[in-house]
């Protein structure tokens, strides 16, 4: 079945230190996206990309890093600038939306992280 | 800017009742796209029904029906007849129409469906 993976489900981040999360989609989607969501909070973009080498600034990018070296793997690096990162991180894919930007976006399970 | 706002945080309402999630948004956009997805206690999120801003047609599927009105930027979500395996955290969510292809979320409407 077709559908975004995402892992692992639980991920603990020691202070200082550089985490990184899975995203990897076989919808064959030309657009990935990484959000947060924080209690009682909607979900905020962080990083998105329509195409492999490209991506885009969310709203809260700042301590966080991705790369797009394929179609199908959209990889979320938290970095040890990034204060406050206990969250649940999900991550989307959609078909291109410079075709039809009225496509919804398919999630993933989601990935919960928390500093030890 | 854009902005879309949940007031209801939380809902709780007994089987077989009949319940309406709250939504307003904001944009200075012509073209829109309006979407409610569930969030289920596992976490992913479920896509329910995309609106365009060109279709004020109301619409039904099943037990659930959606209310859209431009006049008064709302776009409320009803479920009838409402079943415990509706307990969820419901988002509605913005699309500019833009190219970008992001969402804005409002925040959630928890709902707890008793027995």
């Known amino acids: 079945d077709g559908g975004i993976t995402q892992s692992p489900k639980y991920l603990f981040r020691k202070e200082g230190q550089n985490v990184t999360l899975s995203c990897e989609q076989n919808l064959n989607h030309d657009a990935m996206y990484w959000y947060r969501q924080d209690p009682g909070q909607g979900l905020r973009l962080i990083y998105y990309?329509?195409?492999?080498?490209?991506?885009q600034k969310g709203d809260i990018a700042e301590g966080y890093s991705v790369s797009r070296e394929k179609k199908e793997s959209f990889p979320l690096t938290v970095t040890s600038a990034q204060k406050n990162p206990t969250a649940f991180y999900l991550c989307?894919?959609?078909?291109?939306?410079?075709?039809?930007?009225?496509?919804?976006?398919?999630f993933g399970d989601g990935t919960r992280l928390s500093i030890l | 800017a854009q902005k879309v706002t949940q007031a209801q945080t939380e809902i709780s309402v007994v089987e077989k009742e009949d319940v309406t999630l709250d939504c307003v948004y904001e944009?200075?956009?012509?073209?829109?796209?309006l979407f409610w997805y569930k969030q289920p206690p596992s976490g992913e999120l479920v896509f329910l029904i995309r609106?365009?801003?060109?279709?004020?047609q109301n619409e039904i599927s099943g037990r659930y029906s959606w209310n859209f009105q431009k006049s008064t930027s709302s776009f409320n979500f009803t479920i009838t007849a409402s079943q415990v395996v509706d307990s969820a955290v419901y988002f509605c969510a913005l699309d500019r129409g833009s190219t970008l292809g992001r969402l804005y979320f409002g925040r959630g409407t928890q709902l707890t469906v008793w027995p």
């Open positions: 989307a894919s959609t078909w291109d939306i410079r075709q039809d930007s009225n496509q919804p976006q398919h």
């Open positions: 990309s329509q195409i492999v080498n490209d991506f």
């Open positions: 609106r365009n801003s060109f279709d004020e």
């Open positions: 944009t200075r956009d012509t073209t829109y796209y």
